[in-house]
């Protein structure tokens, strides 16, 4: 499964915590890409249309706080779960 996958990655690291950020941001981003793929066969399916904005508000509310608190990590997290493209200056 997606989480075992991801929990293995972040063990190797020594971080075991599912609680934390980082792993919260990896299950929002995968709701998030299941719920697009099912609003694209059902478009006027408008309630997960909104639990799809809700999620997408705490992922970006966890990030806000991630790049606050450890911008290196949130560069990390971007670049692993490809969730931005990164500006270079």
Do not use: A, C, P
Request: zero cysteines; charged letters at 35%; aromatic letters at 8%.
């Amino acid at each position: 499964m997606v989480k075992n996958s991801f929990i293995s990655v972040s063990s190797q690291e020594k971080e075991k915590n599912v609680g934390s950020v980082e792993f919260q941001v990896f299950s929002f981003t995968n709701k998030i890409k299941r719920l697009t793929s099912h609003l694209e066969l059902h478009k006027k399916d408008y309630l997960s249309q909104r639990g799809l904005r809700k999620i997408l508000g705490k992922r970006q509310r966890l990030l806000t706080y991630l790049s606050k608190k450890n911008r290196v990590g949130y560069k990390e997290l971007i670049s692993k779960l490809g969730i931005r493209e990164t500006k270079t200056r």
